[in-house]
């Protein structure tokens, strides 16, 4: 989960995801959004695939990006998770099926 945050933490990457959420793009596409070398957004689409929040496709020559929605919804759960007061929060653990 410590990658998703650093990966978060940064506007660019954001709104990739933002752009993302959308639908998927090329790389071609989204360095087309974005006023960076492409040295500079590959670093960022890096991090954002370390983090496993985006998926990536060959298609020729093409990696097209995607969201990956169910990393992104386990990370939102747990940000909801930390403004929960103590006591909601163990009982919410103790529903969940293990």
Known sequence: MNEVFKALADPTRREILRVLGGGQRSAGELAEL???AKSTLSGHFSVLKAADL???ERQGTAI???LNTTVFQDAMTHVLDLFQ???TAELSKEA???
């Open 85 to 87: 007061p103590a006591e």
């Open 96 to 98: 969940k099926p293990t």
């Open 64 to 66: 097209i990006y995607r």
């Open 54 to 56: 985006v998926e990536t």
């Open 34 to 36: 974005f006023p960076l």
